[in-house]
């Protein structure tokens, strides 16, 4: 037989995704799994009888690369910039070499991570969760307490880096469908095995300073800097926990979402930029996952008026340069395909927002830069007049509050250029 009778046999081959082979759709959940939690209410999730689980290859990063209304040579020079000197290079204030240097050598670890299992179709951190750098221990330790367990971890977590720390119960509603293939550009099997009954969450602050600059090639070294951070720290926890005998798997933006697990860890709540609001960072942090089968106890979530808050604030949609962040109440409805189906809530329009980035060359954080629940931590006037802010804030008196963080100039945008200056006089 020749070659062309070959082709009446099915391959195996996974079909590359396009338009016309769009990206699995999993079916509602309640058919599969527990639709609702205990702790949804006081999390602030509300999940709808029609909730789906996410597939990755929607994620508005991953559409960049195979779904052709995304898709551009723009695009794809966007990506490369991260580690290619010279992309974006521009003569506007805030986008000069100098500050493409600092950005992209703020990516330097996290790049590290990714070449080292490129070969293997793996970018970890971002598409498949941080492969372990050796086997857990055949032999695992005893436990003898388990609350004494969880103090020493969260103790190793802030020797390895994290601002803050929380634990709390696995749970697949949060988990994708699928991983996403850089190299093929289709769908492939998720990672993570689904009996690792704890995922311990991390947080990274970013740095107060340079976020302030956005939008500017100098504040990307801020989001640069936090995942290289993230992934050698996620990693750390992972050795840690596996030299003991159990198992863990470091994540950051891959495999699962990052917000909810935060909520419902005690770190946050949501707010209406989409992100995780922290009571002491804001929103100005970035989230790493370990999940594990190590004996935890689980944190509970916190409430601190943020949700009531952003009820009556606009600053981030208001300030928003696509227009990207809604102004209207939380709700259901699907704005495209990179939206979460089935849960009423804040949902920033992905299209315009990452738009925006690649028309940039760079990230964009403006709506963090603005966000009242932005103070710089490190100056002690500030952390006062924070803890005061944030009860008034959680008051009736909430648009006295908001008031207050305009007239008194927080917010807005520092000029680059004026940053440097600051920084070299200190």
Known sequence: MGNDGLSNYPSNEPVR???????????????????????DGICGIEILDDFERFNQANDI??????????????????????????IGVKKSEGYSARDFALKNAGWMATNLII?????????????????????PNPEKMEIESVEQMTAELKHACLMFGASDVGITA??????????FSAKSLTEKEYGIPEDLSN???VLTEMDYDVIRTYPSATAGVAVGSGYSHDCAMTLAIATFIQNMGYRAVATVNDTS???PYAIQAGL????????????????????????????????????????????????????????????????????????????????????????FWVNQGTECGVCIR??????????????????????????????????????LGFGGRLRPNEYWKTKLRE
């Open 199 to 201: 995922v311990v969450v």
């Open 115 to 135: 070449q080292r299992s490129r070969h293997a179709d793996r970018t970890d951190g971002f598409l498949d969760y941080i492969e372990e750098f050796c086997p």
């Open 268 to 355: 946050g709540e949501y707010g209406r930029s989409g992100m995780l609001i922290h009571p002491k960072f804001g929103p100005r942090t970035r989230i790493g996952r370990i999940h594990t089968d190590l004996p935890l106890n689980h944190d509970k979530p916190m409430r601190f008026g943020v949700r009531e808050f952003c009820e009556i604030c606009r600053r981030c949609s208001d300030g928003c340069p696509p227009k990207a962040i809604p102004a209207s109440p939380p709700q259901d409805e699907i704005i495209n395909q990179s939206n979460i189906i089935g849960i009423r809530k804040w949902t920033v329009d992905a299209e315009k927002c990452f738009q």
């Open 170 to 179: 696995n749970d697949p509603r949060w988990h994708y469908t699928k991983n």
């Open 17 to 39: 995704l396009s338009l016309e082979n769009q990206p699995s759709r999993e079916g509602r959940y309640s058919d599969i799994g527990d639709l609702h939690r205990e702790n």
């Open 370 to 407: 603005d966000c009242p629940y932005n103070k710089d931590s490190d100056s002690l006037l500030t952390r006062h007049y924070y803890k005061m802010w944030t009860n008034l804030a959680s008051s009736p008196f909430k648009k006295l509050a908001l008031w207050m963080d305009i007239k």
């Open 257 to 259: 979402q990052g917000i």
């Open 61 to 86: 990063y991953t559409r960049g690369q195979w779904d052709s209304r995304i898709r551009s040579e723009k695009v794809l020079n966007w990506f490369k910039g991260m580690f290619t000197p010279g």
